[in-house]
């Protein structure tokens, strides 16, 4: 079975313009979430969607948006860029809700979308 | 962004060695996770933890929920090169409502041949 499956793999963009990373879940998660990891520091949490409504948002400017489509896949779009947006972009599959206990669901990740910005 | 305490920050070994790393948190989780990261790759789920108390153990691997629920550790056993990565401590707290992993700085292990 595929694992969780990001693309681009790298990307450069300059100051100012918009970029969008798309994430397809390992098939049968209905949950996708959406993390920043700076270099030297651990994912930072950025959104999470399930069922394609928002679940769970984290500290991050109206710059990020992000939407879950009916196969489950998602996109994350980053407006108006600056050099601080330039990182690692993970995405996070699993069937957990996002209320309620855990249970025995997990959170599995991909390989990343480095983003570079100039 | 918060992030849990992780320690210590780096560590080389030789190879064979034990190891022992550890996470701490002002807040109560639920629910703790370990992950290794190797360079340009995603992290990968080693150990999930459910309940306070629980040891669970991957191969040469253990890691422990803390009683109070604000700590964990992990450990390797018998050290390989392969070992070599950075690893992580998340944990989730479901009363927060979502799906939000906290994770930790990260232990860069390496371990010489």
């Known amino acids: 079975d595929a694992g969780v499956t990001q693309s681009p793999t790298h990307l450069i963009k300059t100051r100012g313009q918009h970029v969008t990373l798309r994430c397809s879940p390992i098939s049968g998660h209905k949950s996708v979430s959406w993390y920043q990891q700076v270099l030297g520091q651990g994912p930072q949490f950025i959104f999470q969607?399930?069922?394609?409504?928002?679940?769970g948002r984290g500290n991050f400017p109206d710059r990020f948006s992000a939407r879950q489509f009916p196969n489950y896949s998602s996109e994350l779009n980053v407006n108006a860029l600056l050099l601080g947006d330039s990182a690692l972009y993970l995405c996070a599959s699993s069937n957990y809700a996002g209320t309620g206990l855990f249970g025995r669901n997990t959170i599995y990740f991909g390989e990343g979308s480095w983003l570079t910005v100039v | 962004g918060q992030q849990l305490n992780q320690s210590p920050q780096s560590m080389f070994i030789q190879e064979g060695e034990d190891v022992s790393m550890n996470c701490t948190s002002s807040?109560?989780?639920?629910?703790w996770l370990w992950y290794k990261q190797e360079p340009g790759e995603g992290p990968v789920l080693l150990i999930a933890?459910?309940?306070?108390?629980e040891l669970t153990s991957n191969g040469r691997l253990t890691a422990q929920f803390g009683i109070t629920r604000k700590d964990s550790f992990l450990n390797i056993s018998a050290s390989i090169p392969s070992d070599v990565g950075i690893y992580f401590c998340a944990g989730h707290d479901s009363g927060a409502g979502s799906y939000q992993l906290t994770f930790g700085k990260g232990t860069k292990l390496s371990v010489i041949p």
């Open positions: 969607y399930y069922e394609k409504e928002e679940r």
């Open positions: 807040s109560i989780f639920n629910t």
């Open positions: 933890l459910y309940k306070a108390g």
